[in-house]
């Protein structure tokens, strides 16, 4: 864990000993885990961790990424060789598709870039056939990147804007050694590229749309690049997100700068889905003719919840709810 030693992992260089309690920008110490889970989506199980370098007006994940600061408490420091095993527990017992990363999120995890090189070390010591994941803002220094490449067999980047001015304003921090660092990825590490993603967040990113996509393409055409519907959280919790159409027409935005992988999730609805709208009149009579009941019912129903007027006592998927294990932007 020396590396937290005058620490210059992220592009700060505050030089703290965080191993001795002193706090730079990010305000942590060594690593402490908010949560872990098996994800059947990406084949990982992700371990998210406490703190950033960043001071993001819209994270939805302020609370772990902000910590201690938020007054939120976790499961704190995890010895690498106990996530580890517990990790080889939990993958064994996994009922889903196969996992075949431990993928680190949170914040940012480029900060205990000595964690996760402790945490590689130990899996080998274990024998857990894994790779390592990452998902980052691309803050790190050009060493930390560098060995965040070597390190790592999959990357997910973030380039939440791209002039320094909405960066600066959105993130609190310059944006070029971000457009720095996804330039070395794509030239060192193209193999383990995810995917690239933007926030869209209508008057603040959707207008950096065009220059990003363009700034991919000219690395490669081929990189995989995600837009995300702002959803509010944070210092912008009343700010609006993206409609359909915009997802949509910036999609096109990013094609026709010449990126060929391009996909969208999340969206502000004007209306109620046409799929909710069917299951509710399906249900009017079942909740007595009343339509307010019916509405309410039928976005349970769109998910598979099976006994209406809604029952959980006798529920025969109680143990396995999809009303409360559906993640509705997954699909979309």
């Given at each position: 864990m020396e590396g937290y030693r005058e620490c210059r992992?992220?592009?700060?260089?505050?030089?703290v000993d965080r191993l001795q309690g002193e706090q730079g920008v990010c305000r942590v110490g060594r690593a402490e885990v908010a949560a872990t889970m098996c994800s059947a989506t990406l084949g990982s199980y992700i371990v998210t961790l406490t703190g950033c370098?960043?001071?993001?007006?819209h994270c939805n994940a302020y609370r772990i990424s902000q910590y201690p600061d938020p007054g939120w408490y976790y499961a704190g420091y995890v010895p690498p060789a106990h996530l580890v095993a517990e990790a080889k527990e939990r993958?064994?017992?996994?009922a889903g598709p196969s996992i075949h990363t431990i993928s680190f999120t949170g914040g940012d995890p480029i900060i205990h870039l000595p964690y996760l090189q402790e945490v590689a070390r130990e899996m080998k010591r274990q024998g857990l056939g894994c790779g390592i994941g990452l998902s980052t803002g691309g803050f790190a220094t050009e060493d930390a990147m560098a060995e965040i490449v070597r390190l790592c067999d999959v990357t997910t980047l973030e380039v939440k804007a791209f002039s320094d001015g909405v960066h600066r304003a959105l993130t609190g921090a310059p944006v070029a050694p971000v457009l720095r660092n996804a330039a070395y990825l794509v030239r060192e590490g193209r193999e383990k590229i995810r995917v690239m993603r933007t926030v869209v967040i209508p008057g603040m990113t959707d207008g950096e749309i065009a220059s990003i996509a363009g700034f991919i393409a000219s690395l490669d055409e081929t990189v995989p690049y995600r837009l995300i519907g702002f959803r509010p959280n944070n210092v912008l919790y009343y700010h609006p997100g993206p409609s359909r159409d915009e997802m949509e027409r910036l999609c096109e935005v990013c094609r026709d700068?010449?990126?060929?992988?391009?996909?969208?999730?999340?969206?502000?609805?004007?209306?109620v889905p046409d799929e909710v709208a069917t299951e509710a009149a399906r249900l009017r009579s079942t909740y007595g003719g009343d339509d307010a009941a019916a509405l309410t019912a039928a976005y349970a129903a769109v998910t598979g919840c099976p006994t209406h007027p809604r029952d959980c006592g006798a529920c025969p998927l109680r143990e396995r709810c999809p009303a409360t294990l559906r993640e509705p932007w997954r699909g979309r």
């Open positions: 992992l992220c592009e700060w260089h505050c030089g370098c960043y001071r993001c007006l993958i064994a017992a996994f700068a010449g990126l060929t992988d391009v996909a969208w999730s999340g969206y502000y609805p004007e209306a």
